[in-house]
């Protein structure tokens, strides 16, 4: 003899959570106050870092790959990445590299060696 199952489905109410409350309370709560976004007019109105802390004589943007040391140890990182270790087997096939001095460089778009 065969059993006689039944079986009854019921949809599961989704509980809502502490978040969702809080977020349906400000729904209510009025417009969004927006201000519009302002350019500067001058560069007064946007300084930079040099600007905002009255250095004169700016910090300079690049190093001085004259110096040996820091050479070497630009050439020792080469050694511990993956992506430059590429770059130095297979210089031919990656095109947006330079190789001088045993020094990486990129390729900018404009033809730069950055």
């Given amino acids: ?50 600007q905002a802390l009255g250095i004169d004589d700016p910090i300079p943007r690049t190093a001085d790959l004259e110096d040996a040391q820091l050479c070497a140890h630009i050439r020792k990182g080469y050694t511990q990445d993956k992506v430059y270790v590429e770059i130095l087997n297979k210089p031919t096939e990656h095109l947006r590299f330079v190789i001088e001095h045993k020094l990486i460089y990129m390729v900018s778009p404009a033809g730069a060696k950055v």
Wanted: net charge negative; glycine share 6%.
């Fill in 1 to 50: 003899m065969q059993a006689h199952v039944s079986r009854c489905s019921k949809w599961l109410q989704e509980q809502l959570e502490a978040r969702d409350l809080e977020a349906q309370g400000l729904t209510g709560a009025g417009p969004a106050v927006t201000r519009p976004i302002e350019e500067p007019s001058s560069s007064d109105d946007d300084p930079t870092v040099e």
